[in-house]
């Protein structure tokens, strides 16, 4: 069997994701159920959206000098001690800020580096079967470590929990120290940026940061506030990866067959009536009912989505885009989490969720408008 470097980097993103999926929706979870309102919750994710906007540019600095292997183990360093400050020291409002900085900068660090890697990794002719491998096989760790996480959460507490996800994340830098160093050289001037060919693409990444944003922060804290408790918010988030897991290798081997924009628009048609409905959900089962269906019109249009996205990176370059990326789907957060924070303070917790996933069901909709009129994407 052909052994190929993205393997290495599959089973990498696998054990990170079981980590960071145990606890990643639970953390504004945790700071609700000790007391705390929806203001320090949503503190914690606007944080990560600041972190995205402000620090990226210098994110990338660090990781065109040191590489893409050695960014991805600097963000270790980051992301436990993020864990470890939320946990061990009292809860107030300087420890949260505190935690979501260093938490971010470690997933900033992941994220950039191993979407560029993926770019090198992954080939040409093959990267829409790759992407579909690569959105899928890693994310079958995030149907059970949500549920896992919540159950954790429920009978043991966050302390285990947290501790869990250190362990695996330990475990994670196996195939990490396996794997090849990648870098790619940084020579852009960020004010010179913006007036490249990559600037076409910032709706699209705004609009995706919106959509992350509600889909899992946010509409973890609206399971856990408005419908049920820490199992739920579990299952509601292994349902959607069920979802995404089943339909993202079909569509990563037919979206080489078929047109992409078609794929884009039938799955961001879907994904936007299912935003609209999240906001009116009385139950759990209609919970794991919208959150399975959701999974699955996601992953119809971000497998292509994602493919195009790393065609592009290569065609232009590749750290460069991916910092442009997370810088403006870092700003959707924020959009996201202001719209929820607003409509809250101005009606009540309920309309301020509404009001957040209609956003995320508009930006769902414009997602696939902009993708069809760049021709060059798809």
Not at 160 to 182: K, Y
Not at 315 to 339: C, Q
Request: glycine letters at 8%; a neutral charge.
């Amino acid at each position: 069997m052909e052994f190929r470097e993205l393997d290495n980097l599959l089973l990498y993103e696998f054990l990170k994701n079981f980590a960071l999926s145990l606890i990643g929706v639970f953390i504004p979870v945790y700071i609700v159920s000790q007391g705390f309102g929806l203001l320090p919750a949503a503190l914690f994710i606007v944080i990560s959206g600041l972190t995205g906007t402000v620090l990226s540019y210098p994110v990338s600095r660090l990781i065109a000098r040191i590489g893409f292997k050695h960014s991805l183990a600097a963000s270790y360093l980051f992301l436990i001690p993020g864990l470890v400050v939320i946990r061990w020291f009292e809860l107030s409002l300087a420890v949260i800020v505190a935690s979501s900085l260093l938490y971010n900068v470690g997933r900033l660090l992941h994220n950039i580096s191993m979407n560029s890697e993926f770019a090198v990794d992954s080939d040409g002719d093959r990267r829409a079967s790759d992407s579909g491998k690569m959105l899928s096989l890693p994310s079958i760790s995030r149907i059970i470590a949500p549920l896992t996480g919540g159950l954790i959460f429920a009978g043991l507490g966050f302390g285990e929990l947290m501790a869990v996800t250190i362990f695996i994340l330990f475990l994670s830098v196996i195939p990490l120290i396996r794997s090849r160093d990648h870098r790619d050289a940084l020579d852009y001037d960020f004010g010179e940026l913006l007036n490249k060919e990559i600037k076409k693409t910032i709706p699209l990444f705004t609009a995706r940061g919106i959509q992350g944003a509600t889909a899992v922060s946010i509409f973890g804290l609206f399971v856990y506030m408005v419908i049920g408790g820490s199992v739920d918010v579990g299952g509601a988030r292994a349902l959607d990866s069920l979802g995404f897991v089943l339909t993202g290798l079909l569509v990563g081997h037919l979206s080489s067959k078929i047109d992409k924009d078609k794929f884009v628009l039938v799955g961001c048609s879907g994904a936007a009536f299912m935003y609209l409905l999240r906001g009116f959900l009385v139950s759990p089962l209609q919970v794991f009912l919208v959150s399975f269906v959701s999974g699955i019109f996601f992953q119809v249009y971000h497998v292509p989505v994602f493919s195009s996205f790393a065609d592009e990176a290569e065609r232009t370059e590749i750290l460069e885009f991916y910092t442009l990326k997370r810088i403006f789907s870092s700003l959707g957060n924020i959009l996201a989490v202001t719209t929820l924070v607003l409509f809250f303070f101005l009606y009540d917790l309920r309309t301020g969720f509404i009001a957040s996933f209609t956003l995320g069901s508009i930006a769902t909709l414009l997602m696939a408008v902009i993708y069809r009129s760049e021709k060059e994407l798809n």
